[in-house]
């Protein structure tokens, strides 16, 4: 990726961050919690719904700008294999609880996208600390997430 100019990695960034941002507003848009979620019981931690809009959207440009980052390094490594893999999960994660109403399946790809993030984030401590210090809130969020995906499954 070294043959690219500066106007080649401004434009691949802009690129990540509308795919990104763009693919996360639309999932959002379109498998929203409705009546089913609204009825759950919650637990104590349960965040205020206000939360999730502009959590997600920074989390989504650090994770764009992580994408970008080792994309440049490596666009075959198994680093960027990861962020692909953990980006397609989390694009999945909307629809298996709000659209299918499964907090199971919720649950199966919430942890195994954290597996991936914090294998991320190892990988490429020493090889892009960037990328990695990028996903650090990212992996805590999806963390949290995970408690709250499963504590609504053991309450419902």
Known sequence: MSRLTFRDHRILLFAFL?????????????????????????????????????????LYVMIGIAGWQTFLHDADGTAFKLWVGQI???FMWSPAVFTFHSLVLGLAIILT?????????????????????????????VAFASLLNYSLFQLN
């Open 113 to 141: 996208m954290l597996l991936l993030i914090l294998t991320f984030i190892a990988l490429q401590w020493r090889a892009d600390r960037l990328a990695a210090l990028l996903f650090v809130p990212y992996a805590a969020w």
């Open 88 to 90: 397609f999960l989390n």
């Open 18 to 58: 509308l795919g990104v941002l763009g693919i996360g507003w639309a999932v959002g848009a379109t498998n929203l919690p409705g009546a089913w979620y609204a009825a759950l019981q919650k637990p104590s931690f349960n965040p205020p719904n206000w939360i999730f809009a502009p959590a997600w959207t920074l």
